[in-house]
């Protein structure tokens, strides 16, 4: 339900606006002037405040001010006499969406209010597609004929309307956040917002204020105030990849909101109720983490209603053709270029690969294979070229190489163990790249050097 706010130091005008309003239901807050407005303001968050211009102390400019200060996407309405139009159009220069001259109709107010609320659904449409800039396709990027994977593809199916939340479980690359858009895209709550955060690349000081929402002032840096992502999901989907890696205290909120469908942003005072579905994803067994204690029995339990686990990719890799196929023509399709050809023997080599990336390193892969194509066709040789694998097998820790008679290929060694660590460092990681540079003990830019020297792409700063 949207919440609007009726600011007017007139009664009569303030209840008809409210009993209007009401009846076409919206939730409507109510303020005697401006001054109690910029207060009703720093404790909650409106889709619309509906303001007359001319008011004591503290008049419809000023709260203009405060609403764009404290809640930039928030809408506002001018309402004015005729005789102070003009001030209506500076207002709009201001930030304000529209005004409404007195005495006016009520068919025109609620014609000027559903378009100003529509203006505010878009804005907040737009933000939620630029965070995601994923495909809404239900199972057009599940790939997968072996049984492991038509199991995933039962469970998804049957499960998807249902309002139970969901624990998806599986090794880092294997498609978590894909099966979650599945579920989502295959559910009544399709048409509404499926929001995704990865709980394990946001700090925890910063990670509850993303999750809940802030209100200006609450820390250091809360310049505004901030809807939180549940309260953005609010009738759809909430995904929390890596739930394992969330700390105590964030636990204990996560549990709050799942049990009572409520929360509180941070430096709030008001709780705020939603519905939604919560998708969560680990690669990390849970059942281990509640015995040894680092994360919460109730809150797994929560979590793990339905649950589902994706199988590796070394344990299908019957699907890898498929898969090589899928992202052949997309990369293609994406590049402008024609699609490469694989030569049986390439194909043997990404069958007998290890794929500890999983999905993710095929994904890669067949990435650079298209990049890197220049007649069209792909050889075995190219394919191991590409591979993040060593040329040779390192030697044990202080013990030194045998240099036969035929030699050694000295730079394809060290090249081969270098792709070995930056890719072990990037997978315990979890993709993130100021950690594995750390764990290699280098700075940035010359962990981002090496990177690109082996065309190894994907991850997150």
Not at 238 to 264: N, Y
Request: aromatic content about 6%; glycine content about 6%; some cysteine.
């Amino acid at each position: 339900m949207e919440k609007i706010l009726v600011v007017d130091d007139e009664q009569s005008l303030r209840e008809v606006l409210s009993i209007m309003l009401k009846r076409a239901g919206y939730a409507v807050t109510s303020a005697t002037g401006g001054e109690e407005a910029v207060e009703l303001l720093q404790k909650e968050i409106y889709d619309l405040v509906i303001t007359d211009l001319r008011m004591p102390k503290v008049d419809g400019m000023e709260v203009l001010s405060a609403v764009k200060s404290v809640s930039p996407e928030t809408v506002v309405l001018i309402i004015t006499a005729f005789a102070s139009a003009d001030s209506a159009v500076e207002a709009m220069k201001q930030g304000a969406y529209d005004y409404l001259t007195k005495p006016f109709q009520v068919d025109e107010v609620q014609l000027i209010i559903r378009n100003a609320l529509e203006k505010r659904r878009l804005t907040t449409e737009n933000m939620i597609l630029k965070r995601e800039m994923a495909s809404q396709s239900s199972f057009a990027q599940l790939v997968g004929q072996s049984d492991a994977m038509q199991k995933v593809f039962e469970v998804v199916r049957k499960v998807a309307d249902s309002k139970s939340n969901v624990l998806i479980c599986g090794e880092s690359g294997t498609g978590k956040e894909l099966v979650a858009r599945a579920i989502h895209y295959n559910s009544a709550r399709s048409a509404l917002p499926f929001v995704a955060v990865n709980c394990s690349a946001v700090p925890e000081t910063l990670l509850e204020s993303e999750l809940f929402g802030h209100m200006k002032g609450s820390f250091t840096g809360a310049i505004a105030n901030k809807a939180g992502l549940f309260e953005i999901a609010n009738g759809g989907t909430i995904f929390l990849d890596e739930i394992g890696d969330t700390t105590p205290t964030i636990q204990v909120k996560l549990l709050r909101v799942i049990q009572e469908r409520e929360f509180r942003r941070v430096g709030g005072s008001q709780d705020i109720k939603v519905d939604v579905r919560v998708v969560a994803a680990t690669n990390k067994d849970l059942e281990k983490a509640v015995a040894d204690g680092s994360f919460r029995e109730d809150l797994y339990y929560r979590l793990d209603v339905i649950p589902i686990k994706l199988p590796p990719l070394r344990m299908r890799t019957g699907d890898i053709p498929l898969l090589v196929n899928h992202f052949l023509e997309r990369f293609a399709q994406e590049s402008g270029k024609s699609r490469p050809s694989l030569s049986s023997d390439a194909m043997q080599v990404l069958l007998e690969h290890e794929w500890r990336g999983n999905v993710r390193e095929l994904e890669n892969l067949i990435e650079r294979v298209v990049a890197f194509s220049v007649d069209g066709s792909v050889t075995d040789v190219d394919v191991r070229g590409w591979l993040h694998r060593p040329l040779a097998p390192p030697p044990a820790q202080g013990m030194p190489l045998d240099l036969t008679d035929e030699g050694v290929d000295l730079e394809g060694l060290i090249n081969g163990i270098e792709k070995d660590l930056l890719l072990k460092a990037l997978e315990r990681s979890k993709w993130v790249k100021k950690k594995a540079a750390r764990m290699l003990r280098l700075n940035t830019r010359s962990f981002r050097y090496r990177l690109e020297k082996y065309a190894i792409k994907g991850g997150r700063d």
